[in-house]
């Protein structure tokens, strides 16, 4: 736009200049032709310099739609960076997580370990009391028939603790079953 005043006003003081009283030399005609050579030439001056304020406008325009798309991108690219971070902090928690269950899963499986063997030994110990019991019960009867309500007596308190060792097996099993049951539970769980 101002380019195109600088020209308007450029040319009508051209044409200023031009206007002065020309002197007779002649011919009119010769004297017109040089003035429409200049309205042409005003004429191509303004289209000109419309054209370069149009250039200068429409470059104007798409500088200002590019600082609009970087600015755009820049502001996805934050974003971006924002949530790699937090899938990096997610991904570092979740390594955390699947290494205490696996610090887990190990103790359990050293606790059921030591509560199969503690178990596999109390069913040794009350098989072998069985075998005493009976032992004895046999001694007994062959060597002291007199005192048989007496031996009656102790073999139902053998009987009796038999029994209880019995519901303590019983009760360790259902643990290991139960310990077992968390440590499928927990295998599972891990990737």
């Known amino acids: 736009m101002i380019w195109g005043l600088s020209l308007l006003c450029f040319a009508v003081g ?15 005609e010769a004297s017109a032709a040089p003035q429409e050579e200049v309205n042409v030439l005003m004429f191509g001056v303004i289209q000109f310099s419309e054209s370069l304020n149009y250039a200068f406008e429409s470059t104007e325009a798409k500088i200002a739609k590019i600082i609009r798309t970087l600015k755009n991108h820049e502001r996805t690219l934050q974003q971006l960076g924002a949530q790699t971070e937090q899938a990096a902090e997610m991904e570092r ?6 290494r205490l269950l696996q610090d887990q899963m190990a103790k359990q499986e050293a606790q059921t370990k030591m509560t199969r063997d503690w178990l596999a030994r109390i069913e040794q110990d009350e098989e072998q009391l069985r075998t005493k019991v009976k032992a004895l019960d046999t001694y ?6 007199t005192s048989v309500k007496e031996l009656q007596e102790r073999a139902e308190e053998h009987s009796s603790m038999l ?16 310990q077992n049951e968390q440590l499928q539970k927990l295998q599972k769980r891990l990737p």
Request: charge should be positive; charged fraction near 20%.
């Open 14 to 28: 051209f044409k200023a200049v031009h206007a002065s009283p020309v002197r007779n030399t002649g011919s009119m």
């Open 140 to 145: 007994l009867s062959s060597s002291f028939p």
């Open 163 to 178: 029994k209880g060792l019995q519901l303590l097996t019983q009760l360790q099993r259902e643990s290991i079953e139960s």
């Open 93 to 98: 928690q979740i390594k955390e997580v699947i």
